[in-house]
Structure formats: C-alpha cells, structure tokens
C-alpha cells in the first residue's frame, strides 16, 4: 500500500497506523494527522476523525467519559477499533459482576461473569462493539447501565440492531429505548434499587385500644380462624391473647437477600409523616428471601403491647399511618438502608376510631383510610 510508514507490528494501511498525510488505507480508511482513521463513507462505527464530527452510528467525541455515571446508550460507547480509553463504566473494574451474598452468612464471586472484552462484555451489546457478520440486520436486547439497577424498578433493557462496520464484520448500534435510573432519586421505582417495587402483604394490620382509668393502652388483634376476622383480646386484658400473632404475611419483591421487615405505627397526618411523629408499636420479621418476584411466606409479625399510652390516645383519636420498613443486605452484598436507617419504602393511612360509627362512613375525614390490607410498591 503506498505513502504508509507502518511500524512492524502494523499491518500496511490498517486503522491506527501511521501513514503519510493523503496516502491509502484499507478498507476504505483515510489518512488524518498521520494516522489511518475510519472513513464516514465505509460505515465504520466509533472513529475519532480529529475535527469534532460523528462519523457514524454510535459514535462519540473520542473522550472518554470520567463522570462515573451511567452510560446513556446514545453518546460515549466507543468503536471495536475506536477510541483506545473508551469510557469507563465498560469496565469490569467500574461495572463488576457483583459478589453474592448468600443465606448462609457467605461471600462468593457471582455466577454470570460474562465473557468478551473489559470494554466489550458480551451481556450488554454495547454500541459500536463487534457483533456476528451474519446478525447483520438482527435486533437484540442491550443494557447501557450499570448491571446492578438492570430488570429493577423503572429499569428496562433496549433494542440495538447490528450494522455493517467492516467487510468481514459487524457493531452493534444505538441502544434504543432503554430506561436508566432518573438522576439524583436514591431510593424507590425511579432509583432501580433493591425493594424498587412489589408487595408485602399482611393478613391484619389492626389494632385494638383499651382505656381504664383515663388511660390508653394500644394492644395488638389476632385473627380468628373460625371466622378469618380480626378480634380484641379478652376484654379487660390489655396485652396480646395468649398463644396468638399480629399477622401471617408474605412477600414479592425484585431482589433477593436477607430483610428485617417492620411495621411501625404511628400517630400523625398520613399526608405529612414526620420522624418526630410518635410510635404506638413496632413489630418486626426478620428472614430470607430466595427468589425474586415470586410471593413467599414468611415468618409471622409477633403480637405486641403499646407503652406510649399518650400516643396511643392520638392515633384513636385522630388516626395515622403504619409505616412499612427494610433493613437488609442484598443478594448482591448491597446495603439495604436508607442512609444507614431503615428504609421506608410504603405507608397505609389509619382513620380516627370514630370513623367506624355508622353516621361518618362517609365523611370526607374518613376516606381512604383503613385498618387492615397489604402494600404494594
């Protein structure tokens, strides 16, 4: 090939090799700035020409991205044969698979490990990395974020068609239509976390209340098997029947671990929760859970006695809301918490007791406010 001064290791006119300013290169590539650099015209995907423009499909600005973010799967993917540094969340060092933690207490490496190149794994189909000659034209799912927050909450895999780049081979292109987490949301759907979304489901959330003497006492039901209803102690016995649970429950969510699951109530405005609201009770489970998005029984919520017997008297009086809460460590060794806290990922609305008498069922007071139920997320 003419005008090329490649140096051994180099084939004559190959992409990345030097050659002399307007001499030949293979495969349809052109010489800028001494170096043999993809043409526009060739389909090529990925090149840096030196001048600022996009020469093709899934191109960049030839920078690497030092952000840390995620990966957009519109800019910054680099070419098979593109910028040497492409950016760094293709990286298993900066998106590994993760560790598992498993029901046992135990640490091991993950199991789906993928293959292909650190800035081309093959579980994602990158854009501008290589794909068959012969898928020429396919589609197929691609990921452009972090492997972590894939298939949770908001999150949702693309589709990217394999294009022409060379004439013995193929890229991926532009990842369409993917769903990344929404910037700066931490926790919940929008943040595809652990606990981004599912159900936790309780067989009775209600709570009976006792006054002797001016003084409140809130004590759990239990539920009646010959009935299936929720029922109060003995009367005159402010604590738990003997020998019963709050509540039998059970879970669906999209990560597996180990959780410590509660249920808090408290006395306050559902619609302005506060920390300092008061506690009437908590009452929590602790367990593992194996298998994601599948309902799962777990151990039940015990019975419990209230001791703030002046909260106990606002939460009768005026109603509240029962906070559902996580604390945990993920399948994947993550923390489950919210700064450290338990994370309150669901709450449930209380009416005032005297909502229950005939002539407030309908006041506006006393809408959408219940005593028993389950919570999706």
């Not at 199991?111 to 579980?123: A, F, L, M, N, R």
């Not at 067989?203 to 009935?227: M, Y």
């Not at 738990?240 to 669906?252: A, D, F, K």
Request: aromatic fraction near 8%.
């Amino acid at each position: 090939m003419g005008a090329c001064d490649c140096e051994e290791e180099c084939d004559p006119g190959a992409i990345g090799c030097m050659c002399a300013s307007g001499g030949l290169c293979l495969t349809g590539a052109v010489c800028i700035d001494g170096t043999c650099q993809g043409s526009p015209d060739t389909g090529t995907m990925g090149m840096d020409t030196g001048t600022g423009e996009d020469t093709g499909p899934g191109t960049d600005t030839g920078r690497p991205d030092t952000s840390g973010g995620e990966d957009t799967g519109t800019t910054g993917d680099a070419g098979p044969d593109g910028d040497p540094t492409p950016n760094p969340d293709a990286f298993f060092e900066m998106d590994p698979p993760p560790e598992m933690c498993l029901e046992d207490g135990s640490r091991v490496p993950g199991d789906d490990v993928p293959g292909g190149t650190p800035e081309c794994p093959d579980d994602k189909n990158r854009e501008g990395c290589p794909c068959s000659f012969d898928d020429i034209g396919t589609t197929a799912e691609c990921w452009p974020g972090l492997r972590v927050h894939r298939g949770r909450g908001q999150c949702m895999d693309g589709r990217t068609t394999c294009m022409p780049y060379s004439e013995f081979s193929g890229a991926w292109g532009p990842c369409e239509g993917a769903v990344l987490p929404t910037e700066g949301v931490e926790l919940g759907r929008a943040a595809c976390g652990c606990f981004s979304q599912g159900r936790w489901e309780l067989q009775n959330l209600s709570p009976c209340f006792f006054e002797s003497g001016g003084t409140i006492t809130a004590v759990s039901t239990w539920v009646n098997p010959a009935t299936g209803l929720a029922e109060c102690p003995t009367i005159g016995r402010p604590e738990p029947e003997p020998g019963t649970v709050w509540s039998e429950n059970t879970l669906r969510v999209d990560c597996e671990g180990r959780f410590e699951l509660c249920y808090v109530l408290r006395a306050g405005d559902f619609d302005t929760p506060s920390e300092s609201d008061c506690v009437v009770a908590t009452t929590c489970v602790e367990a593992w859970y194996g298998e994601r998005d599948v309902e799962q029984d777990l151990p039940p919520l015990p019975a419990w006695t209230g001791t703030d017997t002046a909260c106990a008297r606002q939460f009768r009086d005026s109603g509240g809301y029962g906070e559902m809460t996580v604390q945990g460590l993920t399948i994947e060794c993550e923390d489950l918490s919210d700064m450290g806290e338990s994370y309150v990922f669901n709450r449930i609305n209380y009416c005032p007791f005297d909502c229950f008498e005939p002539d407030r069922r309908d006041d506006p007071d006393c809408v959408d406010c219940r005593m028993m139920g389950g919570g999706g997320f």
